[in-house]
């Protein structure tokens, strides 16, 4: 038997376990047992809490079909309220070791509790391995590319994990399931894309759909709403601090001398022992 706490975030639902816990166990094949809606527990992904070497905890992300994510937004949040409630850290500010670098995190308290959680998501990349190539060396922003007999107008960045954003001017319809995995597996991708649906609906406030690689539609997406907020500051001259509703909620994104902030709140659901031995 393993235990497990379980948190959401705007929605965003994940299973928390110890390094210490999981001897001898494949972290991707108990990502794919527990994650499972039917047969598992139940989740968007999973994250180990392990020891680090350079920061004050680290992060380790499984989505929920076991593939291992550099980021989470949401997860992130869920993983600070998680160490610092069970004192694997005791300072509201810590660092958080991932591997899309090295995080920093405030926590907001309630009664002792963590309330909100601020992630500085760091700078935006907007040339990285993961996004294609422009053959005139340009930002990859409001380009026109061809997936089977459609095409899209697409923006490209890595704000922890690559993000594509798309601008639509209404959800109603909109098939998100097809095009977001035609676009997640077009070729153009070499390591895939999350796909973000975008919504302008004024300078500060927009509605994001996300359709995350490796997991489908959710009810949120930290760094999915940030990269949408970075793209909609560029392309759509929106604020530097805007409020981001999704699915589950709202997140609150904040650009800070080049830096992203996804701020936003974080819930404990339940707690137990997982029995992974006859899974």
């Not at 002792?112 to 990859?140: C, M, Q, S, T």
């Not at 035609?182 to 895939?192: A, D, R, T, V």
Request: charged share 25%.
């Amino acid at each position: 038997m393993i235990k497990f706490q379980k948190f959401q975030g705007t929605g965003n639902d994940f299973i928390i376990f110890k390094e210490s816990d999981l001897k001898d166990i494949d972290y991707s094949s108990l990502a794919k047992k527990v994650c499972n809606r039917n047969f598992g527990i139940g989740a968007d992904g999973m994250i180990v809490v392990a020891a680090s070497n350079n920061s004050d905890v680290k992060m380790c992300f499984y989505n929920a079909d076991g593939s291992i994510a550099t980021m989470c937004g949401n997860g992130i949040r869920c993983f600070s309220k998680f160490v610092y409630e069970n004192s694997i850290v005791n300072n509201t500010e810590f660092s958080v070791e991932t591997l899309a670098g090295i995080m920093k995190i405030k926590v907001s308290l309630e009664n002792d509790k963590v309330a909100f959680v601020d992630v500085n998501l760091g700078r935006p990349l907007f040339v990285a391995p993961e996004i294609p190539i422009d053959k005139e060396n340009k930002l990859y922003i409001n380009k026109e590319i061809s997936v089977g007999n459609e095409t899209f107008k697409v923006n490209s960045l890595v704000i922890g994990t690559i993000h594509t954003v798309i601008f639509v001017d209404d959800f109603e319809n909109i098939d998100f399931e097809r095009i977001g995995s035609k676009i997640e597996n077009s070729e153009i991708y070499p390591m895939k894309t999350n796909v973000n649906f975008c919504k302008i609906i004024d300078k500060e406030n927009i509605d994001v759909v996300t359709w995350e690689k490796g997991v489908g539609i959710t009810k949120a997406c930290g760094t999915g709403a940030a990269a949408s907020a970075i793209i909609s500051s560029i392309v759509h001259d929106c604020s530097k601090k805007v409020k981001v509703k999704v699915k589950g909620g709202e997140l609150f994104i904040e650009q800070r001398d080049g830096e992203a902030f996804l701020i936003g709140p974080t819930e404990y659901i339940c707690s137990g022992e997982y029995n992974y031995y006859t899974n």
